[in-house]
């Protein structure tokens, strides 16, 4: 699908995700969108931490939850939106070090929903932690 | 609980949800707290949407986990912090109004663990629209 | 619905249920069917028991997912059926007792999914203690 | 740890194992044993099924929940217990074939929880069609 119809495809991705004004408050930027792949990074601003400093679980769950979503979207027909139906997430470190990297597959595709996973990890120079893993479910609704 | 003890308990928390900067960054204002309840609003600010306009599932997850995280911490002893272990979420309808108002409380108070839910409604006026369900897991740390 | 048509929606639920064997394994029975409602509850027989001898995860899940279900199906058209796309479980206490009840619930309806809920209490006598809460996602079939 | 400890370690999970009527119930076996990973099998018995002859999701949520849990108490101190805190099963595919392996793993572990996965695959001849994942958490308990 790298061809002129998936950039074309993931163009119209990006152009989503420069419109979801959380993702630009939060400083997030998505750093790769391939066929069921995407991923997000985020630094760990001062202004997203909880109460020790660490990054909030809203800001792990917002780009984790995002970059889900777009690795679904990039397996709709061009022209569809996707909803998060429902997601969990498990913590599994603390959010610390220079930026949060999301990266968000699919699970098992479908035309009526779609089962989908993300992997966040916490990087600090050359060092990656996991810091939260999601499973959900996205809908693909018209656009 | 409502005595000189669980004010202090009150006072600890709140100081917990001011330190908290994401939920400042996102305008949050914790309006109630109570023994096994919590309750935090925030308005749905340009700067918190997603691609539609609507509330972004992270501004919902994060005030949903924090009104779920603080129920349980009022029910431990002075001087406990609380993790989010893992967290569920349903999006139920699109976050769209004045404010989201999240109501976080206790299903199983553990010593180990927790179990907590959060409903979060959209406001607009009088009107009161149901846009999320939260279900998870908090464990109790040394403070 | 509690009317001719709901009688004969509530039959064939019933007539849905007795073909899942596993339930007759399990020696479970459908206690109540409404609309958006049911309750199934299944005796702790020695042979679904775990290795402390309470009841296993796996009834406590199986009966909960029944129920919430079913619960869906009471909501939909005459002739659909109904999946489990993805079920959440808390295990609150062991199962122990005479036997376990599922009530199975619908939180959000709709055409394409359910988002559907279950709470199981173990029964000894008149006592009743919650052993699981369920939260999930049905999505109705074709039948 | 596949020494003289791992092996006196993975003898007396499979005595616990044994010990579970349910899965003797059902035809499961644990297939096998090894540090933080664990393979239990199950015919699709008709005893085992839902209202269309495919296996019921009591039966992979109980299998694959098992296989979960013998990984993570793989990795724990002899004496040691562990229980269900809560378990997300996806339901991917219908379960149907000969047999259900669920293959359970851990995802972080922990002194106080852990969490843990495990992947259901039906099995006919070579086939092997994923049927159903699980992310859930663990917690350790006294023996």
Redesign the interface.
């Known amino acids: 699908m790298e061809n002129a119809t998936g950039n074309h495809r993931f163009e119209s991705i990006r152009c989503?995700?420069d419109?979801?004004?959380?993702?630009?408050?939060?400083g997030a930027e998505m750093i790769e969108i391939a066929s069921g792949r995407c991923r997000i990074a985020a630094p760990i601003l001062?202004?997203?931490?909880?109460?020790h400093g660490y990054a909030?679980?809203?800001?792990t769950?917002?780009?984790g939850?995002?970059a889900a979503g777009y690795a679904a979207l990039s397996l709709m027909p061009e022209g569809s939106?996707v909803?998060?139906?429902?997601?969990?997430?498990?913590?599994?470190?603390p959010g610390k070090g220079d930026r949060l990297v999301a990266t968000g597959s699919v699970?098992?595709p479908g035309r009526?929903?779609m089962?989908v996973r993300a992997d966040v990890v916490a990087e600090t120079g050359e060092d990656r932690v996991?810091v939260a893993?999601l499973?959900g479910?996205m809908?693909p609704v018209a656009g």
Do not use: N, Y
């Open positions: 989503s995700f419109l979801q004004a959380l993702m630009r408050t939060l001062p202004s997203a931490t909880q109460q909030h679980a809203g800001l769950f917002a780009i939850d995002s939106e909803l998060t139906s429902e997601m969990k997430i498990h913590l599994l470190a699970v098992k009526r929903l089962v996991p893993t499973l479910t809908v």
